[in-house]
């Protein structure tokens, strides 16, 4: 099943960009890259979601390597609010019995 | 506010013991997940139903089952409770079964074991 691997922590200033690394060198091609996060006390929030183009949305962007092994998730201005744990999950686009695969995510801590 | 219910929202009960999680998801979503996340974890997932049919598996112990009902709600029993069962329940639901579909959680059950 794939897996991803991400940062146990990261730090970053308020109103200052973040940038979220994740590997999955075992992606397969009908894998999508989801991100999701989780605040502290709530359970986890959609993000962004890709499968090969870069995306964009009102939260976040989604950078994808060309190869599909890694990708990023952008916070382009990070603010308090912005702390929680990251988690980028792989999802299968068709039914399979895939794994949901969940890591331990990125705690990310912002700095006023 | 996902749209996502669950019930109760805090549950203590004694090693041995049975107790039943309930899910209620968004309105017109067909597929429920099921998590567990136990203290300062990531989630685990346990089990996937969509329109009434198991669709996917994770590591979910025998003690544990889950169905689906024709109304859509969503219950996970857990049985022969152990102390290490003692975490966060987290429902999920999302409109159909597969990889583009945006999971929608629920606020989460948190259940003690004594």
């Known amino acids: 099943d794939a897996k991803t691997t991400q940062p146990n922590s990261m730090e970053s200033n308020e109103e200052e960009p973040v940038h979220l690394p994740c590997n999955h060198s075992?992606?397969?091609?009908?894998?999508?890259i989801h991100w999701y996060r989780q605040l502290p006390s709530q359970g986890p929030e959609y993000v962004i979601h890709?499968?090969?183009?870069?995306v964009n949305n009102r939260m976040a962007s989604l950078a994808i390597a060309e190869d599909r092994k890694s990708s990023t998730l952008i916070l382009h201005r990070a603010t308090l609010r912005d702390a929680a744990v990251y988690y980028c999950?792989?999802?299968?686009?068709?039914?399979?019995?895939?794994?949901?695969?969940w890591g331990a995510g990125t705690k990310l801590i912002i700095k006023p | 506010d996902s749209g996502v219910t669950q019930t109760p929202k805090h549950l203590i009960t004694a090693t041995g013991q049975r107790v039943t999680l309930r899910c209620s998801p968004r309105?017109?979503?067909?597929?429920v997940y099921w998590y567990q996340q136990s203290l300062d974890q990531g989630l685990q997932f346990l089990i996937q139903?969509?329109?009434?049919?198991?669709?996917a598996k994770g590591n979910i112990l025998e003690r544990f089952s889950a169905q689906q009902f024709p109304d859509l709600h969503s219950e996970l029993n857990l049985s022969s409770l152990e102390l290490g069962d003692s975490a966060l329940y987290f429902c999920?639901?999302?409109?159909?079964?597969?990889?583009?579909?945006?999971?929608?959680f629920g606020p989460g059950t948190r259940l003690t074991v004594l």
């Open positions: 999920a639901s999302s409109p159909g079964p597969g990889g583009t579909d945006t999971q929608y």
């Open positions: 309105s017109g979503d067909l597929s």
């Open positions: 139903y969509y329109n009434g049919e198991e669709r």
């Open positions: 075992t992606i397969s091609g009908t894998d999508y």
């Open positions: 890709g499968l090969t183009s870069n």
């Open positions: 999950i792989l999802r299968a686009a068709f039914w399979d019995n895939y794994q949901l695969i």
